[in-house]
């Protein structure tokens, strides 16, 4: 449960036109500025700041429990903010989600669900064909096309609960492809995959990356961060460090991040409790 009385959608209506790091607002992918949510008055995130940089493969980064999977649901307005403005190319999201693509955690969907696989990827182009109508035969094949990328043209029929945890990651990011979006969330894409599905995953990463998209996946393996991403924002409650994966992925900063966790949820609680 999620204390909704506390929180708000605080978004300003007198933005710079430049940001932090000095370029144009409607450049910048993801401005994330004072971003606070609490569940049950108990922050899970802490006056966060945070700005993406456009073409890169960025991961979050932190121990768990330390909000990384709330810092993108509260910028997808998922769970409500307690506090903070979160842009996207300088505008809030309700005006730029047709440019976002999300993939979920696994354990999030109901695979249950009666879909096939095409069923799920063409959810992917409803941005374009509307709700309520009748999707054409170009989304269709847009969303066989973006099966066959993954490796799942074969599969288009089957039903979703019928696939390995392999496959159904890779139906949800043909559907995320399917979008053909400019800014792409990922949480925790690698989570209980096989060998040949990080692979692929890996591959359509950089190919994302080439035509110039921007992709925040929430990562655990702290091993591949390196290998994987040109960017990492290291969380724990609140921004540890963020910036370019050489210079940020240090053995100083992950001993910040995963280490005194409790003392950063202290003072926290108490700066929260002392704003009511």
Known sequence: MIDTHAATDVTSTDTPAVSRGGLPLDRVPLAVHDLTVAYYRKPVLWDVDFEAPEGKLIAIV?????????????????VPRTSGRVLFYGKPYRRQRQLIGYVPQRESVDWDFPVTALDVVVMGRYGQVGWCRPVGRQHREAARAALEHVGMGDFAGR??????????????????????????????????????????????????????????????????????????LLVNLRVVAAGPTASTFTSENLQKTFGGRLT??????????SRR
């Not at 950063?264 to 409790?273: G, K, R």
């Open 264 to 273: 950063l949820l202290d003072q926290a609680a108490h700066a929260l409790a």
């Open 62 to 78: 932190g121990p768990n429990g330390a909000g990384k999977s709330t810092l993108i649901k509260a910028a997808l307005d998922l």
């Open 159 to 232: 039903q979703i609960s019928q696939l390995s945890g392999g496959q159904q990651q890779r139906v949800f990011l043909a559907r995320a492809l399917a979008q053909d979006a400019r800014l792409y969330f990922m949480d925790e894409p690698f989570a209980g995959v096989d060998a040949a599905t990080e692979k692929a995953i890996v591959r359509i990463l950089h190919e994302l990356r080439s035509g110039g998209r921007t992709v925040i996946a929430v990562h655990h393996d702290l091993q591949t961060v390196p290998e994987y991403f040109d960017h990492v």
